[in-house]
């Protein structure tokens, strides 16, 4: 077998998306060279993101209210520009997307209209160990609605000794508790160990049990293929900012399923930007749902937070999602290898808790080195190596497809080597 350099250098030559990598901008560090691996944290910004938000800005100089309608993309109709590819992205028609708030505020209003409990179904089933501020969400809904999360939230744990839920137990639980189930809300890929859910799998158990389907995908946006159309999920709702590339807080995306987008009679909290177009500004008393995610909106669109994300999706379509797909599933598997070389060089234990299967993961492999895993984290980080570290013990690597190489992956490696040395 060639030394691992050698073979990254190959693999960098023959990848055709490695063009990319020069659209983004690297943050400068004190050591010769980033290897930044956080991109299922925050993404880097594309350099094209600059230009739109300048764009943006000389419109809103030269229009000023003018702008909604006379800009060169105006502000009026902004988030129709999102639809398309981020509808590709996640496997949806363009009438069940659309681009508002941000995450968890999307996570309380899609609730709103679909997690509606009653004295018989008022439970809902989530992973263990889900992002804290779900976690929240799901309580204080469950709250909300006058139940008590202890007996209304399920959440599901991995067996004993096991890091990773296994599907056929989130079916089981999901079957156990049918009757009395009003919601199964789940991550599409869980934040800490990196584990892809089968999402079909569970859309369909959900609704075997006559219960409503969602789910989050902070880390499955840009990261994975998804069906969500296909798969039948009722609704669904991501950052931009992660995978995405969009920038801090940027604007959050959401899908309602083609086939709520004219139930007009489910409750939803409602603004005018999820009115009628053609009535918004007689400024009518009455709220008439727009068809689709559009409906969903309250606020007009925050030109400024798109913007960024444009540039963004503008990338993903060039590169689209199953070439990026392929090279992430190459890349992390050479940085599985990368791993374990630089964990048996020092005799050192390295365990990756993310699933070796394809279909189960995606860009991430969360760590766990033993005892010292803050330590190495933080060799790391003060040798020009971003990962991240997640309490209680995981150092979490995301080698992204669009700017990440296999020369990265590489200086990861001979980092990790240094950092597990054992200690004079
Ligand atoms: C990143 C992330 C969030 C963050 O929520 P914001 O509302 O964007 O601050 C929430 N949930 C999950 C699963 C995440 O990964």
Same mark, same amino acid.
């Given at each position: 077998m060639k030394p691992l350099k050698i073979r990254a250098r190959e693999l960098d030559d023959k990848d055709?998306?490695? @063009?990319?990598?020069?659209s983004f901008h690297f943050p400068h560090t004190e050591v010769d060279q980033c290897v930044y691996l956080t991109g299922n944290s925050l993404g880097l910004q594309p350099k094209r993101a600059a230009e739109i938000l300048n764009e943006e800005l000389e419109d809103w100089a030269r229009y000023g209210v003018e702008g909604h309608f006379h800009a060169r993309r105006p502000w009026v109709s902004y988030h129709e520009n999102l639809i398309a590819t981020a509808a590709e992205i996640v496997g949806a028609?363009?009438?069940?997307v659309v681009h508002m708030n941000s995450l968890t505020t999307d996570i309380h209003l899609l609730m709103v209209s679909f997690? @509606?409990?009653?004295v018989e179904r008022y439970k809902i089933i989530c992973e263990a160990k889900a992002f804290p501020s779900d976690q929240y969400a799901l309580d204080s809904q469950i709250l909300f609605h006058g139940f008590d999360p202890e007996t209304a939230l399920i959440e599901l744990s991995p067996r004993p000794g096991e890091h990773n839920l296994r599907e056929e137990d989130i079916e089981a639980a999901i079957e156990e508790h049918g009757d009395e189930l009003a919601l199964v809300f789940f991550g599409g890929?869980?934040?800490?160990?990196?584990q892809v859910f089968d999402m079909e799998r569970i859309t369909r158990a959900g609704h075997r049990a006559g219960a409503t389907v969602g789910f989050d995908l902070a880390h499955a946006a840009g990261n994975i293929p998804m069906h969500l159309h296909d798969w039948q999920v009722d609704f669904a709702t991501w950052c931009t900012y992660k995978y995405l590339n969009s920038g801090p807080g940027s604007v959050g995306g959401i899908f309602v399923h083609e086939k709520h987008a004219e139930q007009y009679d489910l409750p939803r909290f409602a603004g005018w930007w999820g009115s009628d177009k053609e009535s918004r500004f007689k400024m009518n008393r009455v709220f008439k749902p727009l068809p689709g995610a559009e409906g969903w909106q309250l606020s007009n669109a925050p030109v400024f937070s798109m913007a960024p994300h444009l540039a963004s999706l503008e990338i993903f379509a060039e590169a689209g999602m199953d070439r990026l797909r392929q090279k992430s599933l190459d890349l992390s598997d050479f940085a599985r290898e990368v791993i374990e070389a630089a964990a048996a060089s020092q005799g050192v234990d390295v365990e990756i808790?993310?699933?070796?299967d394809p279909k189960r993961r995606g860009c991430q492999l969360s760590l766990v080195v033993h005892g010292r895993g803050r330590e190495v984290f933080d060799y790391l980080q003060s040798h020009g190596a971003y990962t991240d570290w997640r309490e209680p013990n995981v150092i979490r690597i995301a080698p992204v497809p669009l700017y990440n190489s296999f020369e990265d992956v590489y200086l990861f490696g001979e980092l990790l080597g240094q950092a597990l040395k054992p200690q004079a």
């Open positions: 055709e998306l490695a @063009r990319f990598r020069q028609k363009p009438i069940e997690y @509606r409990p009653t890929v869980n934040y800490y160990t990196g808790i993310t699933p070796t």
